[in-house]
């Protein structure tokens, strides 16, 4: 019988997971033909999508027979699958794609590299989302429990239109900083089990609290929009004709996509990415230098 030698070892360092973004992931990533990286674009956007709708689907009438924040703990845990799937199967999210500065930073990619990824899977991502609202839409799901779940579709989507350009941009920052140290903890994993428990805890976090995702707001506010055609759950959801009016598109990226991605990105560049690679990447330079 042939001896194996076999590594226990269930995740890697933090130092290791920094290098291993900065020379491995991020520069393959930004390398990947056009093609590859739309389509897989695409299919983060649908995740994404799914975990918002099953989102919507479980506290669709859980707040009535629970507390509010019970309601809002119940869709963040269904809502971490999205996720999952995306981290898991390879696909393209923008939101983790910012961490690319690591490469940027330690020059191993170049510009022009991150600002093409960033396009083509931001809008990849877009066109996963309202792929995937279009889908549910003509699914007839809105009529679930008596138009229920089209009810808490349009206000939900009501709601991310009406915050205030800071509230937006706050938000957006803190849901980034929880999303790319979900990234962060399951790349540092190496069993499939470990990234899922690594994935849930910070995006729970993220989604139980309010806070913004402009990916998921892709297809949270079109899935909204659409509801506003169907004139029983326009009439369910008790919305004001001017109300419904702010839930457009103009609404939609305006009030809420510009100001939520503007966060994101900072989220991610401010409190992972130059935090990180001051902690290790910096320091390990330094130290390499002094030898």
């Known amino acids: 019988m042939v001896n194996q030698l076999t590594d226990n070892k269930d995740c890697l360092a933090p130092n290791e997971v920094a290098h291993g973004f900065s020379e491995n992931v991020m520069p393959q990533k930004a390398g990947y033909r056009k093609s590859k990286m739309f389509v897989l674009a695409i299919a983060a956007g649908a995740f994404i999508a799914y975990g918002a709708q099953v989102s919507l689907t479980v506290m669709t009438g859980t707040a009535e ?11 963040a845990m269904v809502f ?3 996720l999952m799937m995306v981290v898991l199967t390879g696909a393209e999210l923008f939101t ?15 510009w ?7 396009t083509i899977v931001y809008i990849g991502n877009f066109v996963g989302s309202i792929i995937l609202a279009a889908l549910v839409f003509y699914s007839g799901a809105s ?3 008596h138009d229920a779940l089209g009810v808490m579709a349009i206000t939900t989507a009501y709601g991310k239109v009406t915050l205030s350009f800071l509230e937006a941009f706050t938000r957006g920052i803190l849901c980034n900083w929880l999303v790319c140290l979900a990234v962060w903890m399951a790349t540092s994993s190496r069993r499939v089990i470990g990234k899922i428990f690594a ?11 309010g806070y913004e995702h402009s990916v998921a707001n892709m297809f949270f506010i079109p899935n909204g929009i659409l509801m506003k055609s169907i004139p029983s ?11 419904l009016a702010q839930l457009s598109w103009k609404g939609f990226f305006v009030h809420n996509l510009i100001p939520v991605t503007l ?5 991610a560049l401010v409190f992972v990415v130059l935090l990180f690679w001051m902690a290790y990447l910096r320091d390990d330079k330094k130290q390499e230098e002094e030898k």
């Open 80 to 82: 971490a699958t999205g």
């Open 112 to 118: 022009f590299k991150l600002f093409r990824s960033w």
């Open 199 to 209: 994935i849930f805890f910070p995006i729970m976090t993220f989604v139980a609290s």
């Open 65 to 75: 027979n629970l507390s509010w924040g019970l309601a809002k703990l119940i869709g």
């Open 263 to 267: 966060g994101n990105i900072t989220g």
């Open 143 to 145: 009529h679930n429990d």
């Open 233 to 243: 759950v326009v009439a369910a959801s008790g919305l004001s004709v001017e109300q």
């Open 96 to 110: 983790g794609n910012v961490m690319m500065m690591f490469s940027v930073i330690e020059k191993k990619i170049s």
